[in-house]
């Protein structure tokens, strides 16, 4: 906080979930783009934010933008991480090697990049979500507004947690 204190920091006394924190942020903003990047990823190139911004800008039929570079067990990247949805519910997640962008049906909003007017056009995060499913819940109203959801390595950042070994929520 004294280090930013242009910024609003938002301290709520219980953990009320993802969905939920990211509206309370939604409600505050100000800009034409949202960037939801959560604190466990890592740009490790400066000009991610920028590449994002700058697709989106170029792409009015894209709605958001953004991705988490996956790799292989020596440390190679192997491509971002997308997920396609089945006719039945179900998703299956596809790691998508493509130079350039990728459509696909949702990826997770651990850096997600999106035009705040469609988000809010479309009402945001539901908050029933409280965590997971959330992410596929806001790229998929996304989508049924007719804007295509894109991933692309020039966009990935790193992850360093998973839902395997986040600590249960008190």
């Not at 034409?32 to 590449?51: H, I, K, M, P, T």
């Not at 991705?67 to 006719?87: A, H, M």
């Not at 998929?140 to 360093?160: N, Q, T």
């Amino acid at each position: 906080k004294s280090k930013f204190p242009q910024a609003e920091l938002i301290l709520n006394k219980t953990n009320i979930g993802a969905a939920e924190a990211r509206s309370q942020g939604i409600r505050l903003s100000k800009g034409a783009y949202l960037w939801f990047l959560d604190n466990d990823s890592l740009c490790e190139d400066n000009g991610v934010l920028q590449r994002m911004f700058d697709y989106l800008e170029g792409h009015p039929d894209a709605g958001c933008a953004g991705g988490e570079l996956r790799y292989d067990k020596q440390g190679d990247c192997i491509g971002v991480k997308g997920f396609d949805i089945r006719p039945n519910g179900d998703a299956v997640m596809k790691i998508h090697t493509c130079e350039g962008v990728c459509e696909c049906d949702y990826f997770d909003t651990l850096n997600l990049l999106a035009r705040r007017d469609i988000v809010y056009s479309i009402g945001g995060f539901d908050s029933y979500y409280v965590y997971l499913a959330e992410d596929k819940d806001l790229c998929f109203k996304i989508k049924k507004a007719g804007y295509k959801i894109v991933v692309g390595r020039d966009f990935g950042v790193r992850h360093f947690r998973s839902d395997e070994t986040r600590p249960p929520s008190n």
